[in-house]
Every structure is written in structure tokens, then in C-alpha cells.
């Protein structure tokens, strides 16, 4: 038989109780703590209120996330061992998201592919609930657990006060209140009180009850917990800085790039890392995205696993390839004209090149290079070096009636993805089109203007 805390929204209720002025441990607890192996929160996005995905600008302690995903993510970084990152991202709570100051932490997996099984740690809503019930966490939470919000009920994402009908970040933070252990509180206003009487922003901000509480389940932040203080990403490298990592076997945790299955594991692992000066760096994995790091060090306590840390991991503008240099007149026009397709990104493997302008019919090659150079090369401007790397050809093509090629990189084979001239991640490549022109005379060759990528994950 499964358990079901509720949180309701009767508000009529408690503006008739009366709570002594001072309450020492108002807060109860339902039994059971989250091992450190169930710390992620991930959300299936099937909210239908247009006002809970209302949130569309990115916050840099919450990247790659938009919409009921902040909500969510933010409404469980409150309960943190320390501030999370800076502390900012809402503003009701002034700088101070991440409250909790146990031996608590929680991983934001990002999304889930479905509402997921009771153990599965997935937020969600829900169509039918009973009469007076805004959300719900399903219990017993020793071994996961599961949230549902009301969708008879209005959900807003914020981030502002501009909420209509119930907040879901407030409602959030009070029920993974539930999933890390706690029951309903007899201190109004904790965010573990049972009603609340507005929208529910007030319950976003743990208060000084809630805090109690999570310290009783999981212990006071130990002076030796795990934690870290920054993360960086250098072109596919991230070095992470903090305390109290252990010397070797430390495990880092990543957000995966995409949806996870619900019954899947939504931590991608890397497992064996040292640590030397307070910091571990390592090589970004395949498949890690925008969202959080985490590092274990050897041990499976709350202490032994550090707080959240955001990581865009993506060197933000960087995907997009940008034109330079000029194209020379030709025989068939003022000059052949680069057209990048795609992006940059290596994991997404979609970089392509459109070349129009051209005369009809007529061989040609894209090359590339890491270098720039704008010297006069046959009818036109070479604009691509060597760069102390070398110039890479890629296939042979023939242009069509209308005077247009297409081609699309092949991340499988040499050149690009393999050798001197690999497109690996944080390189910056110069493309260029080298085509035949007979109808122009001269050198019977010329070149299009050009385009530089600088590969990012
Ligand atoms: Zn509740």
C-alpha cells in the first residue's frame, strides 16, 4: 500500500488555527532518508497550462533549461547543502537559493521520457487528483520516489512574482520537501506547512523549520563534506574546483545531452578521477549537456557526494559558423557565394556547406584549413592557410545547372574526423570553395569567399 502526502490548498483552514508564537521542531518527518544513489530529479514536461513552460530566457545557473524545467530544478537546489553556484536564478529569494546546510544534495537529470514508475524520481503532472489536492509526492522514499501536480489547478513557472494560479516552483520545493524525508510541518510559514493561502511563491525559500528538518534526516553540513566551488570548461576540457575530494576514485557526475528514458539511470558517470590541488580535471565525456556536475568522492554517505555545480559545458556562441573574406567576379556572375548549413557542434555532426554563383556543370572541391590568408590565387583570393596544421581537401564535386553544390561533412572518415586536420572540439577550422571557370579565361580557376567554424561540443 502506498503512501500519499499531500499538499493542500484549503485555505480557509488555517486562518482560524492559531500556532504558538515559538515552535521548536514543528517539522515531522515520514520515515526514511534518500540514499545518496536516488539524489536525481529529472521532469517529464507534460504540463498543459501554457503559463508553467511561460519562462523562455536562460539563466546561466540553469543551463539549457527553460520553462517547468527551472521551476523544478530550482525547486529542488533550495534544499542544497550550500548556495547553489551564486545563489541567484529566483527572485524571491534574493542570492540565497540553496538553503539547507545538511549533508544533502540533489542532481538535476534533466528530462524524462514519461511520468516513470513510483521509485523513478521523475516530477510530472497529472490529469485527476482528489478534490482540494494541489501536488502529490508518492512515498515510501527510501528507495524513490514519485511527484505529480494537479492539472485542475492553474501551474505558472515564474521566474517572477507574474504568477497565475499556483507556483510550481513553491509547490515543488514542498514536495520534493516530501521525496527527501520530511512530512508536514506545524510552523506556518515553512514551506512544509500543509496549506498555503496565496499562489505559493513564499514556499520556494526554505525557512529556518524546513532547515531543521533536513539537517535532523541527513546530519549538519560535515566540515569535510565534499564540495565544489567552481567549474570550468576549456574547449573539452572541464576542471572542477573544490573541497575534500578524495585523492583517487572520485567519480563525476554529468547531465546527459538528451531525454532519458524513465527506468534509466539519468547520471552519466565518470568513474576514477584523481584529484591534486583541490581540483579534477578531465575530458568532457560523449553524451554529457548542459545542466549539472557532481563529484563522489569513494564513499556512499551524504558527505561523500558534493553539492550541484552548473555546467553549460558548450562554449556559448561558438556554433556558429561565420562568413569572411570576398568572392571574385566569375565567368557567370560578381562571385560564388558560402553558404554554411548546420552548426559547428561536433556531437551534433551537421556541418554542411551550400556554394551558389557558380558556373554550371563545372568540377570543384571544398577545403579547409587552420589558418587564414587573403593572397591572390588564379582568378580570385585564396582565403584559407595552412596555420601550421595543413589544408585538408575534401571530395570532388560538380556543380549543377543552375550553378549550385552541396556538401555535408562526413564525421566518420578522414579528414575531419580523424589526423591533423580532425574537427575536434575548441579547433577553429577556415573553409573554401576552389572551382573550375574555362568560360572566364585567365587562370581558369577561382575560389568563393569563406567561412570560419569553431568546433564546439
Ligand atoms: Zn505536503
Given at each position: 500500500m502506498?503512501?500519499?502526502?499531500?499538499?493542500?490548498?484549503?485555505?480557509?483552514?488555517?486562518?482560524?488555527?492559531?500556532?504558538?508564537?515559538?515552535e521548536l521542531s514543528a517539522y515531522t518527518t515520514l520515515g526514511g532518508t534518500l540514499p545518496q544513489s536516488e539524489r536525481s530529479v529529472r521532469l517529464y514536461n507534460n504540463f498543459a497550462d501554457p503559463t508553467a513552460n511561460d519562462n523562455d530566457v536562460e539563466h546561466p545557473n540553469f543551463p539549457g533549461a527553460l520553462g517547468a524545467e527551472v521551476a523544478i530544478w530550482k525547486a529542488c537546489v533550495e534544499w542544497s547543502s550550500r548556495l547553489y553556484a551564486d545563489g541567484t536564478g529566483d527572485p524571491a529569494q534574493n542570492g540565497s537559493l540553496g538553503s539547507g546546510g545538511a549533508n544533502f544534495d540533489t542532481f538535476w537529470g534533466g528530462n524524462a521520457s514519461s511520468v516513470g514508475g513510483s521509485n523513478d524520481n521523475i516530477m510530472s503532472a497529472v490529469t485527476a487528483c482528489s478534490s482540494g489536492v494541489l501536488a502529490y509526492c508518492e512515498t515510501p522514499i527510501s528507495n524513490g520516489w514519485r511527484i505529480r501536480f494537479c492539472e485542475s489547478h492553474n501551474w505558472s513557472d515564474g521566474p517572477g512574482y507574474d504568477v497565475f494560479g499556483y507556483c510550481l516552483q513553491g509547490v515543488g520545493c514542498h514536495e520534493y520537501g516530501h521525496a527527501l524525508g520530511l512530512g508536514h510541518s506545524a510552523s506556518n510559514p515553512a514551506t512544509m506547512y500543509p496549506t498555503i493561502s496565496g499562489s505559493g511563491i513564499g514556499q520556494r525559500s526554505i525557512y529556518s523549520d524546513d532547515i531543521d528538518g533536513v539537517q535532523y534526516l541527513y546530519g549538519l553540513t560535515n566540515s569535510n563534506k565534499c564540495e565544489i566551488t567552481a567549474a570550468v570548461v576549456s574547449g573539452d576540457t572541464i576542471t572542477i574546483t573544490g573541497n575534500n575530494f578524495s585523492s583517487n576514485n572520485n567519480e563525476v557526475w554529468f547531465t546527459r545531452d538528451s531525454t532519458t528514458s524513465s527506468?534509466?539511470?539519468?547520471?552519466?558517470?565518470?568513474?576514477?578521477?584523481?584529484?591534486?590541488?583541490?581540483?579534477?580535471?578531465?575530458?568532457?565525456?560523449?553524451?554529457a549537456g548542459p545542466g549539472v556536475v557532481m563529484v563522489k568522492r569513494s564513499g556512499s554517505g551524504g558527505d561523500d557526494l558534493s553539492n550541484p555545480w552548473p555546467?553549460?559545458?558548450i562554449e556559448l556562441g561558438l556554433c556558429?559558423?561565420?562568413?569572411?573574406?570576398?568572392?571574385?567576379?566569375?565567368?557567370?556572375?560578381?562571385?560564388?557565394?558560402?553558404?554554411?548549413?548546420g552548426s559547428s557542434s561536433l556531437s551534433a555532426a551537421d556541418l554542411s556547406f551550400d556554394c551558389y554563383g557558380l558556373p554550371a556543370?563545372?568540377?570543384?572541391?571544398?577545403?579547409?584549413?587552420?589558418?587564414?590568408?587573403?593572397?591572390?590565387?588564379?582568378?580570385?583570393?585564396?582565403?584559407?592557410?595552412?596555420?601550421?596544421?595543413?589544408?585538408?581537401?575534401?571530395?570532388?564535386?560538380?556543380?549543377?545547372?543552375?550553378?549550385s553544390v552541396t556538401y555535408a561533412l562526413d564525421f566518420n572518415a578522414a579528414p575531419v574526423a580523424s589526423g591533423p586536420g580532425a574537427l575536434t572540439v575548441g579547433s577553429t577550422w577556415y573553409f573554401q570553395y576552389w572551382y573550375r571557370d574555362p568560360a572566364a579565361g585567365g587562370a581558369f580557376f577561382n575560389l568563393s569567399d569563406a567561412a570560419s567554424a569553431t568546433i564546439c561540443r
Amino acid at each position: 500500500m502506498r503512501n500519499f502526502a499531500t499538499f493542500f490548498f484549503a485555505s480557509t483552514l488555517f486562518a482560524v488555527i492559531l500556532w504558538p508564537a515559538v515552535e521548536l521542531s514543528a517539522y515531522t518527518t515520514l520515515g526514511g532518508t534518500l540514499p545518496q544513489s536516488e539524489r536525481s530529479v529529472r521532469l517529464y514536461n507534460n504540463f498543459a497550462d501554457p503559463t508553467a513552460n511561460d519562462n523562455d530566457v536562460e539563466h546561466p545557473n540553469f543551463p539549457g533549461a527553460l520553462g517547468a524545467e527551472v521551476a523544478i530544478w530550482k525547486a529542488c537546489v533550495e534544499w542544497s547543502s550550500r548556495l547553489y553556484a551564486d545563489g541567484t536564478g529566483d527572485p524571491a529569494q534574493n542570492g540565497s537559493l540553496g538553503s539547507g546546510g545538511a549533508n544533502f544534495d540533489t542532481f538535476w537529470g534533466g528530462n524524462a521520457s514519461s511520468v516513470g514508475g513510483s521509485n523513478d524520481n521523475i516530477m510530472s503532472a497529472v490529469t485527476a487528483c482528489s478534490s482540494g489536492v494541489l501536488a502529490y509526492c508518492e512515498t515510501p522514499i527510501s528507495n524513490g520516489w514519485r511527484i505529480r501536480f494537479c492539472e485542475s489547478h492553474n501551474w505558472s513557472d515564474g521566474p517572477g512574482y507574474d504568477v497565475f494560479g499556483y507556483c510550481l516552483q513553491g509547490v515543488g520545493c514542498h514536495e520534493y520537501g516530501h521525496a527527501l524525508g520530511l512530512g508536514h510541518s506545524a510552523s506556518n510559514p515553512a514551506t512544509m506547512y500543509p496549506t498555503i493561502s496565496g499562489s505559493g511563491i513564499g514556499q520556494r525559500s526554505i525557512y529556518s523549520d524546513d532547515i531543521d528538518g533536513v539537517q535532523y534526516l541527513y546530519g549538519l553540513t560535515n566540515s569535510n563534506k565534499c564540495e565544489i566551488t567552481a567549474a570550468v570548461v576549456s574547449g573539452d576540457t572541464i576542471t572542477i574546483t573544490g573541497n575534500n575530494f578524495s585523492s583517487n576514485n572520485n567519480e563525476v557526475w554529468f547531465t546527459r545531452d538528451s531525454t532519458t528514458s524513465s527506468g534509466s539511470d539519468p547520471r552519466l558517470r565518470v568513474q576514477g578521477q584523481s584529484s591534486s590541488g583541490g581540483s579534477i580535471s578531465l575530458t568532457i565525456p560523449n553524451g554529457a549537456g548542459p545542466g549539472v556536475v557532481m563529484v563522489k568522492r569513494s564513499g556512499s554517505g551524504g558527505d561523500d557526494l558534493s553539492n550541484p555545480w552548473p555546467s553549460s559545458l558548450i562554449e556559448l556562441g561558438l556554433c556558429d559558423p561565420d562568413i569572411y573574406c570576398t568572392a571574385s567576379a566569375n565567368s557567370v556572375g560578381g562571385g560564388a557565394s558560402l553558404v554554411p548549413g548546420g552548426s559547428s557542434s561536433l556531437s551534433a555532426a551537421d556541418l554542411s556547406f551550400d556554394c551558389y554563383g557558380l558556373p554550371a556543370n563545372q568540377y570543384g572541391i571544398f577545403y579547409y584549413g587552420a589558418g587564414q590568408s587573403s593572397s591572390p590565387f588564379g582568378n580570385g583570393v585564396r582565403c584559407v592557410a595552412a596555420g601550421g596544421v595543413g589544408t585538408f581537401r575534401l571530395p570532388v564535386l560538380t556543380s549543377d545547372a543552375f550553378g549550385s553544390v552541396t556538401y555535408a561533412l562526413d564525421f566518420n572518415a578522414a579528414p575531419v574526423a580523424s589526423g591533423p586536420g580532425a574537427l575536434t572540439v575548441g579547433s577553429t577550422w577556415y573553409f573554401q570553395y576552389w572551382y573550375r571557370d574555362p568560360a572566364a579565361g585567365g587562370a581558369f580557376f577561382n575560389l568563393s569567399d569563406a567561412a570560419s567554424a569553431t568546433i564546439c561540443r
